[in-house]
C-alpha cells in the first residue's frame, strides 16, 4: 500500500453481524427466496411481497417471508384457565393469528376425546 503523508489508507469493511438477521434488504430478500432480482421487485410492485419501508428504504421480515413461501410456523402454546383449572393446547402460529387471540382474550375450548381414563386416588 502506498503511504499518504504518513498515514496508512484502510479499506471499509461492510458491517458483519454473528446471529441470523430478521430484517432482509431487497437483495438479500431476493436471494433467500431464490428470485431474480428482477422479478423480486415485481412481486414486491404488485403487493404480493410484504415489505415495509425503513429510512426510506424497502425492508423484509423473514418470518413473513418464510409464510409467504408457505413454510410452517412454529407451534405455540395457548393456556386457558377453566375455574381454577389450566387447559394448554398447542396450536400453529397461523391458527392463532386467525383466531386473533392475544393475553387477556376470553375464548372457548371444545374438548374431544375417544378414550378417557380414570384413576381413584388412595
Known amino acids: 500500500m502506498k503511504e499518504m503523508g504518513g498515514a496508512i489508507p484502510r479499506r471499509r469493511r461492510a458491517a ?3 446471529g441470523p438477521r430478521d430484517v432482509l434488504t431487497a437483495r438479500e430478500a431476493a436471494k433467500y427466496l ?6 423480486f421487485y415485481r412481486y414486491m410492485w404488485q403487493g ?3 415489505s415495509s419501508k425503513i429510512g426510506g428504504r424497502y ?6 417471508l418464510d ?7 412454529e407451534g405455540e402454546e395457548v393456556n386457558l384457565e377453566v ?9 400453529t402460529r397461523d391458527a392463532l393469528d386467525d383466531l386473533g387471540l ?3 382474550d376470553t375464548a372457548v375450548a ?8 380414570i384413576i381413584k386416588e388412595r
Open 16 to 18: 458483519t453481524t454473528d
Open 34 to 39: 431464490r428470485l431474480a432480482l428482477p422479478t
Open 48 to 50: 404480493k411481497i410484504p
Open 59 to 64: 425492508r423484509f421480515k423473514k418470518s413473513l
Open 67 to 73: 409464510r409467504w413461501l408457505g413454510k410452517k410456523a
Open 83 to 91: 375455574g381454577e383449572h389450566k387447559i394448554t393446547a398447542v396450536i
Open 102 to 104: 392475544k393475553v387477556g
Open 110 to 117: 371444545l374438548m374431544k376425546a375417544t378414550e378417557v381414563m
